[in-house]
């Protein structure tokens, strides 16, 4: 199986889990929103057992639900995926002349087939009844883990009362609980030893390790059939650095286990290893590429190449992609979470220009990188619906004149020009949602412009962390504009334009 066949195994059970997550995420912005509302400070206190007690059902339905249909997936993949993986060797077994026994009488490898299918199981159900999330502890700073339920109760207990006792906003509570639910995510916590994953990660890793042990058994007794001891791992680009010196060669059994690690989390098809060793007879089977092939293949790969003054080998720049899109599935849970519990319009919109930020400067990454954009990572939540703003929505949900982070009036305006209102700053939305914010001095002449975004120009604009540059305006002594260079945003004006940021 290729990289890419294997990434496509554990999908739907990524999918399931996010979908899991995000019922349980949205049921608590819609509690909050219910109960934040309510006229009667006294009314969360007498029905929160009631709520608490129909969220606790609820969960458990979905949890159930949900392993009922990760059931059906491992048995699709035990079949279906196991079946083509297992008839996948009829090349070798061409070339050697031998006639493989039908997948149907190899009693052996069937019996290893159940075994792993019902640890496979096992580890969902374990896995759904150890979930919680990670949440960092403000005054200590230390990670705290907290069960489902004891989450959901301390944290609907707390965003109630803050609300009722009037110290912070409906706005603000919301958005905190959302930051504070996507930034640790729904998690598979193991108690005893303080591991703990994602749920979608812990689900992918699962399906995984059972698929490959019978991948793996499989390839051992076709090796034992043909009479060889020797195998030759695949190759593909961007193996993590510990993985490139064996990739591509030919091993014997004991030297896969000794040098590749076959067996161990970090080695050979371990711990998100995508490399596979299929049987290799020396003197009839041809390698896929030669000694000298890999080394150059593998040079290449580590000549770094430059994005904003810094540089990035491949498996470096695959990292920093995964990064990324990480970081844009929680913007697009941030939200959907926002609209279900009736956010502020204008935070909705401002929430959306980050997203679209984050996609810019994931495109002009992967473009530097000369990597394809794999965009299906980030729709894997299983989201649907537009989360960027429109031109239209823009200009309906933001007002006229708007205030920056440092509480100063914004004049929302169609174009920049060189002249306006004395001590004014002016803002202008691009097409693609960017903004320039312009600064005018005493006698209404533009001095400064500070830019969120690198006008889709990244070599142009290497700073920020999305391209945020400001530009110094130069005048003659007649007042010609004669230069705007280009600079880093100062400390300040970063606080002062934190909205945008």
């Not at 206190?45 to 339905?61: M, P, T, V, Y």
């Not at 803002?427 to 400064?448: P, V, W």
Request: with cysteine; net charge neutral; proline share 4%.
């Amino acid at each position: 199986m290729t990289q890419g066949e294997l990434e496509q195994i554990p999908q739907p059970f990524v999918e399931l889990m996010s979908e899991l997550e995000r019922r349980i995420m949205k049921d608590v912005v819609e509690r909050i929103r219910a109960n934040g509302f309510s006229p009667a400070s006294a009314d969360w206190e007498i029905s929160r057992l009631h709520q608490l007690g129909e969220s606790e059902e609820q969960i458990r339905k979905w949890i159930k639900e949900m392993l009922e249909k990760t059931d059906d997936e491992v048995d699709k993949i035990f079949s279906d995926d196991v079946y083509r993986e297992y008839y996948g060797h009829d090349r070798e077994c061409q070339v050697s002349g031998f006639e493989q026994i039908p997948l149907e009488q190899n009693i052996q490898l069937l019996q290893a087939i159940e075994a792993s299918k019902r640890q496979t199981k096992d580890t969902f159900r374990n896995l759904t009844g150890s979930m919680g999330f990670a949440i960092r502890d403000p005054v200590t700073k230390n990670i705290v883990y907290s069960p489902t339920m004891k989450f959901y109760q301390q944290t609907l207990d707390a965003a109630i009362m803050d609300i009722k006792s009037g110290a912070f906003s409906y706005n603000t509570v919301l958005q905190r609980t959302i930051n504070t639910m996507t930034t640790s995510g729904l998690r598979w916590i193991d108690y005893d030893s303080g591991w703990h994953n994602r749920v979608d990660v812990a689900a992918r890793r699962a399906i995984m390790t059972g698929f490959r042990q019978v991948q793996g058994k499989i390839n051992e007794q076709v090796a034992e059939e043909l009479k060889t001891d020797y195998y030759e791992v695949s190759y593909h680009v961007g193996a993590r650095p510990t993985h490139q010196p064996w990739q591509g060669r030919v091993w014997s059994m004991q030297q896969l286990k000794d040098v590749c690690g076959l067996g161990t989390g970090p080695g050979l098809h371990g711990w998100n290893c995508y490399h596979d060793y299929k049987p290799f007879i020396p003197g009839v089977s041809v390698r896929t590429y030669t000694d000298e092939q890999l080394d150059q293949m593998i040079k290449e790969e580590n000549t770094p190449k430059e994005y904003l003054g810094k540089q990035y080998t491949t498996y470096e720049a695959l990292q920093a992609q995964r990064r990324m899109e990480t970081h844009m599935r929680k913007t697009r849970q941030d939200i959907r979470l926002m609209q279900d519990g009736g956010a502020d319009q204008n935070d909705i919109v401002l929430k959306k220009a980050k997203y679209q930020g984050q996609m810019q400067t994931y495109k002009d990454f992967s473009k530097a990188m000369e990597l394809p954009e794999q965009m299906e990572r980030v729709y894997q939540d299983g989201l649907r619906g537009k989360f960027t703003p429109t031109k239209a929505e823009l200009k309906k949900t933001m007002p006229t004149t708007l205030k920056n982070a440092a509480g100063h009036d914004i004049i929302e305006v169609e174009k920049t020009t060189l002249t306006g209102k004395p001590n004014s700053i002016t803002q202008l939305t691009g097409k693609k949602g960017g903004i320039d914010r312009n600064y005018y001095d005493e006698k209404g002449k533009q001095f400064k412009q500070i830019s969120n975004n690198n006008h889709g120009n990244a070599k142009m604009h290497p700073y920020g962390k999305n391209g945020e540059h400001a530009h110094d305006y130069k005048y003659d002594v007649n007042g010609k504009l004669i230069g705007r260079p280009t600079r880093e945003l100062t400390e300040n004006e970063r606080k002062e334009n934190a909205d945008i940021l």
